[in-house]
């Protein structure tokens, strides 16, 4: 995963050229979140590359700066990972504005949550190790957005994915909700933004579309570990099933995602 390049978009791209920029055609673009949801690993998985968007402002009642974990006896319970979270400039703090409260006790916490819920799984003692740098951070940082980001990272990397990140915060796109996701989707060069569920109830397609990117809906449902994929943390699913098999499970449904592209000519 490659670090980002900066761009300034012109006053008025409608009638510029697409650039040629090696990132990819499929985008996605999502806040980071804390251990995130299956159905936001799966979308990020699908695209071939990320945008971090890190410069909107912070929602406490989003997963920016939470999880939901849930037991791997059955008992559903999902209990809430939470990181205490200061903002600096109140409810107007950006994402990557906010700051951690209190590192020392936030490590702890996602420690001993995560540990609690998942340390009988044959598949805690790699992830431990691994989990190691997001925890490390903690002592590093006390921006809320670097945490995040790289337990994202992390969990991407234990499914094999390939994509590049690049930040919001560096690309110069102005404009409000639809007009500046479409704009950062042109910036990168992307020909398909994926959009899910939420977004497909307020994004305007017309302002891709002057940019000739297919606005193509993201969902993932079924069975299994697909049953919670809206509510619960994916660490719950590569608990439950191992890296190996999440990463097919990501693919087979990257497959079928991007086989309803009319792009792709299927």
Same mark, same amino acid.
């Given at each position: 995963m490659t670090p980002t390049r900066l761009f300034s978009a012109p006053?008025?791209?409608?009638?510029?050229?697409?650039?040629d920029l090696p990132y990819g055609e499929v985008c996605a673009i999502h806040q980071p979140n804390l251990f995130p949801r299956?159905?936001?690993?799966?979308?990020?998985?699908?695209?071939?590359?990320?945008?971090v968007l890190d410069d909107v402002q912070f929602a406490r009642r989003d997963y920016q700066h939470r999880a939901r974990l849930?037991?791997?006896?059955g008992s559903w319970q999902p209990q809430w990972l939470s990181i205490s979270t200061h903002l600096p400039y109140?409810?107007?703090?950006?994402?990557?504005?906010?700051?951690?409260?209190?590192?020392?006790?936030?490590?702890?916490?996602?420690?001993?949550?995560?540990?609690?819920?998942?340390?009988?799984?044959?598949?805690?003692?790699?992830?431990?190790?691994?989990?190691?740098?997001?925890?490390?951070?903690?002592? #590093?940082? +006390?921006? =809320? !957005?670097?945490?995040?980001?790289?337990?994202?990272r992390l969990l991407l990397e234990e499914v094999g994915w390939r994509g590049q990140i690049l930040? #919001?915060? +560096?690309? =110069? !796109?102005?404009?409000e909700r639809s007009q500046r996701l479409a704009d950062l989707a042109w910036l990168t060069g992307a020909t398909t933004y994926l959009c899910g569920t939420g977004g497909m109830r307020y994004l305007d397609?017309?302002?891709?579309?002057?940019?000739?990117?297919?606005?193509?809906?993201?969902?993932?449902?079924?069975?299994g570990i697909w049953a919670s994929a809206r509510e619960v943390s994916a660490v719950y699913a590569l608990m439950l099933v191992g890296s190996g098999a999440l990463g097919r499970e990501l693919e087979?449904?990257?497959?079928?995602?991007?086989?309803?592209?009319?792009r792709s000519g299927a």
């Open positions: 006053d008025s791209t409608a009638g510029s050229l697409r650039p299956l159905v936001t690993l799966a979308k990020l998985f699908t695209a071939d590359y990320w945008i849930a037991s791997l006896d109140g409810r107007s703090t950006s994402i990557r504005g906010a700051r951690l409260a209190d590192p020392t006790r936030c490590r702890r916490r996602v420690a001993q949550l995560l540990a609690d819920h998942y340390r009988h799984s044959a598949y805690w003692p790699p992830f431990k190790r691994r989990l190691e740098s997001v925890l490390t951070a903690f002592e #590093s940082t +006390d921006r =809320l !957005a670097d945490v995040t980001e790289l337990s994202t930040h #919001s915060s +560096d690309l =110069l !796109a102005p404009g397609p017309a302002a891709f579309r002057v940019h000739s990117i297919e606005v193509l809906p993201f969902q993932a449902r079924g069975s087979a449904l990257r497959g079928r995602v991007l086989e309803d592209d009319p």
